[in-house]
């Protein structure tokens, strides 16, 4: 297997390159399981994004992510976008998105506590990799929906040409790259 070599704010880290298809093949990354990086990687954005009142993630590889940066930031909750909807979450609000690593469009569920969590809060979208920004988008429009303040966006990695977007902070930059 080949793999990409990346330094992360300081953490030197491996990531197994794999084709997607259309002769283009991503940098992977993957937190789950990976204690000692999502450690890392949490502690560190929590820096990058002081004053945040709530951390949202979608789920799944946000999750650990997450809970660091709220952990860090001192936040006894943080909200999740589930990508099924779960029976608690009969009131809740939910966004279609698309992103590079879906064949399919998606919907993203916000469950009703968690859209309370928000409401009126300057809220900190954080996530594990930004490529087309489509799961950002979502995460933003169920922010905004929830009636919550995007304050910050912040992501362990930017790939290809996200790495270029302004409005974005991260710790580091992947290529996209063609077969």
């Keep these: 297997m080949e793999y990409y070599t990346l330094d992360i704010a300081g953490y ?12 283009v093949k991503i940098c992977f990354f ?11 990687c949490g502690k560190k954005i929590a820096e990058l994004i002081p004053g945040a009142e709530v951390v949202i993630t979608a789920e ?7 809970h660091v940066v709220a952990r860090e930031l001192g936040q006894e909750f943080y909200a999740v976008a ?16 698309k992103s590079i690593t ?4 998606q ?4 469950s009703l506590h968690d859209a309370e969590l928000i409401k009126g809060k300057r809220v ?15 995460l933003e429009r169920l922010v905004n929906d929830a009636g919550g303040e995007v304050y910050a966006r912040a992501f362990v990695l930017a790939e290809g040409d ?5 409005d974005i902070k991260y710790l580091a930059r992947i290529p996209i790259l063609k077969e």
Excluded: C, F, W
Excluded at 12 to 23: A, C, Y
């Design 12 to 23: 030197t880290h491996d990531l197994p390159i794999l084709p997607i298809g259309g002769g």
């Design 30 to 40: 993957n937190l789950h399981g990976a204690q000692a990086l999502t450690e890392h």
């Design 60 to 66: 799944s590889k946000g999750l650990q992510l997450a």
């Design 82 to 97: 589930r990508k099924s909807k779960k029976l608690y979450m009969k009131d809740g609000i939910s966004v279609s998105v």
């Design 102 to 105: 879906t064949a399919e469009e």
């Design 107 to 110: 919907t993203l569920y916000l």
């Design 124 to 138: 900190a979208i954080v996530d594990d990799v930004i490529s087309t920004g489509g799961s950002l988008t979502g």
């Design 162 to 166: 996200s790495a270029d977007r302004t």
